[in-house]
């Protein structure tokens, strides 16, 4: 008994040392802890706390401008402002829809709508109740924050075009999708943000896109603004404006003779020596404010099903039969291969050829009698080159039409652009079976019909290889960014397409406007030499596409153009016309550029058939 007592009286020390043990180590940890808290990590914990106190709004920075050659101001940012509600629930984001419906005329059923497409794409971001809120909304908020703390007015820019005017060229700006925040990776973009989608503004987005900033403001618990912290705010930094080609005046202009056309439509003017695109137009169009406003399900609905397709870009989508225009490629081949002699009558045209036992007709029924290669370009006669095809092989025409960039794309910085179509020996091979096609399909290649095919651009930089000298260029809109380094633009020279070729060309393309019996002759300017070609494509889904192409003044040439208008009928009728127009306001005298002198001097041969050609030709 004495032995157990003993044995307590021994533990109880030792039981109190360990305790003392375990709260000094504690004591210790906790002192280590505090200096940890306190000294190492001060900072950091100071950061915490200032957090606390602060609301960090992030300041999305500012789209650059788009400039024309003159440095008119062609897309920029409006001020507006919108209506953002924070939320924790659904239910409590209803509510407050609910209760504001009573002050505030609202669509409660379509606000449902937009915030759960928010809710489900976005997840808890603040959403844009009001987008476009007016003075009235934006009155009532600030005067009753108390009575709805989750309501807050902000201020953005919103991209402003000039409504239709080159609206496929600018392209517009829509709000980011997760996918896109999720690929763009570090930031770039937060839900709310606007990106370019179609046009320049996708091309150059990287340039465009400004960069963001934040600013802090310190609040109370209640949530009061104070006031802003500087030090802790940082100003967003606006995008790079970019400086374009286009001339603003004139690409009003060409939109306006477009848009009047009940038929789809475009066309593009270049500059012949560098290709800067200085307008450029497809019809019909679609207002890009709208996409910038915040595009309704339902209109995106109506665009794209709508039959006229306002929303297909015919600048670079759309190929079509190059149709009488592809004549100046024929001739070239014909020319630098020296197939026959281009000043021998080579036929008497009498408005049909036969070829084994098919008719290939003329598009002048009666005919336009005897033909050499000049005379057959300037009356645009089918027959004459109808003979030529059975000389010609189908290689040596790909390559003269791959010279010209027929096969390839043209480079335009557009973000969707289509080849033309060049059919060879190989490719006829490969789709008829080798052995199984003959001679007869080049009737319809020489007078660009049959598989060939080509847009705007291919044809508008074909004239301005004939009008520079012999250069294919580089069609583009943008020169480079304001106040820095231009861009490059390559040019390629055209093989053979100098000297007497390019002479003969140059007086067969002005001939179609400047003789009597030229296709295009009734929509000559006096004051203002222009060398041009008309085309008729054939269309099976229906009536004739319209071409016409051509470059201005003919003896010093400074810009060249391309139009088509489809379903329209003869290009001498419907898309000279056009060009005529926009030619003789381009060269007003009372605009920056005078009209070159008519040099009396020059003179066109005569075709062989002497009656002027009609009103109505290819």
Not at 18 to 32: D, H, M
Not at 203 to 216: H, I, K, N, W
Not at 364 to 382: F, P, Q, R, T, Y
Not at 403 to 411: L, N
Request: hydrophobic share 40%; proline share 6%.
């Amino acid at each position: 008994m004495a032995k157990r007592d003993s044995r307590s009286l021994a533990d109880g020390p030792l039981r109190i040392r360990t305790l003392l043990f375990v709260v000094a180590v504690g004591f210790v940890v906790l002192l280590v802890r505090l200096f940890t808290m306190q000294v190492i990590q001060h900072e950091q914990y100071a950061q915490f706390a200032r957090d606390n106190q602060l609301q960090r709004e992030r300041l999305p920075g500012p789209r650059g401008f788009m400039r024309d050659r003159h440095d008119v101001i062609m897309v920029d940012n409006a001020l507006h402002f919108e209506v953002v509600m924070q939320w924790r629930s659904r239910n409590e984001a209803i509510a407050t829809v609910r209760e504001l419906a009573s002050f505030i005329p609202i669509d409660t059923t379509r606000a449902k709508t937009r915030f759960d497409a928010w809710q489900k794409r976005y997840g808890r971001v603040a959403f844009p109740l009001f987008p476009d809120a007016d003075k009235f909304v934006i009155s009532f908020v600030r005067e009753n924050w108390k009575e709805f703390p989750t309501l807050r007015v902000e201020s953005r820019l919103r991209r402003r075009y000039p409504q239709s005017v080159a609206a496929h060229v600018f392209g517009y700006v829509g709000e980011v999708t997760t996918e896109e925040i999720t690929s763009a990776g570090d930031e770039i973009y937060v839900a709310g943000d606007f990106l370019g989608k179609a046009g320049l503004e996708r091309v150059y987005e990287d340039s465009l896109r400004g960069t963001p900033g934040q600013r802090a403001v310190e609040v109370t618990a209640s949530g009061t603004a104070l006031g802003e912290i500087s030090e802790l705010s940082t100003a967003p930094i606006s995008g790079r404006d970019l400086r374009l080609a286009l001339d603003f005046d004139m690409q009003q202009y060409l939109d306006s003779l477009l848009a009047v056309r009940p038929n789809p439509c475009a066309a593009v003017v270049l500059d012949v020596e560098t290709g800067g695109i200085i307008a450029a137009s497809s019809r019909p169009a679609y207002d890009p404010n709208a996409f910038a406003m915040g595009l309704s399900a339902s209109l995106v609905v109506d665009l794209l099903k709508d039959p006229s397709k306002p929303m297909f870009n015919r600048i670079s989508q759309a190929r079509y039969a190059p149709a009488s225009t592809f004549k100046i490629i024929v001739a070239h081949a014909i020319l630098t291969n020296q197939v026959l002699d281009p000043n021998r009558i080579l036929v008497y045209c009498d408005g049909t050829h036969r070829f084994g036992n098919r008719i290939f007709r003329c598009w002048k029924e009666e005919g336009h009698g005897g033909m050499n290669l000049l005379s057959a370009i300037i009356n645009s006669c089918d027959v004459y080159f109808y003979r030529v095809a059975e000389m010609l092989d189908v290689d040596v025409l790909a390559d003269a039409a791959h010279q010209f960039g027929y096969d390839g794309k043209t480079g335009v910085d557009l973000p969707i652009e289509v080849s033309g179509n060049v059919p060879t020996r190989k490719y006829y091979d490969q789709r008829l079976g080798k052995g199984r096609w003959t001679q007869g399909l080049m009737l319809n290649n020489a007078i660009g019909q049959g598989e060939y095919l080509a847009t705007v651009l291919h044809v508008a930089r074909m004239s301005a290889a004939v009008a520079n000298g012999g250069w294919l260029v580089t069609p583009h809109f943008v020169e480079g960014p304001m106040n820095g380094t231009p861009a490059e633009h390559p040019r390629t020279k055209i093989e053979g397409l100098d000297g007497n070729i390019l002479e003969f060309l140059r007086r067969a393309m002005r001939g179609v406007v400047e003789n009597p019996q030229g296709t295009a002759y009734w929509t000559r300017i006096p004051w203002l030499p222009v060398a041009g070609k008309t085309g008729t494509a054939q269309n099976p889904h229906g009536d004739h596409h319209s071409w016409y192409t051509a470059y201005a003044p003919a003896d010093h040439p400074e810009i060249a153009l391309a139009i088509i208008v489809e379903n329209a009928g003869h290009g001498g009728d419907v898309s000279a016309p056009i060009a005529k127009a926009f030619l003789a306001e381009y060269f007003r005298p009372s605009r920056l550029h005078p009209p070159a002198p008519v040099d009396s001097a020059v003179t066109i041969d005569t075709p062989a058939s002497t009656a002027p050609a009609k009103k109505g030709t290819p």
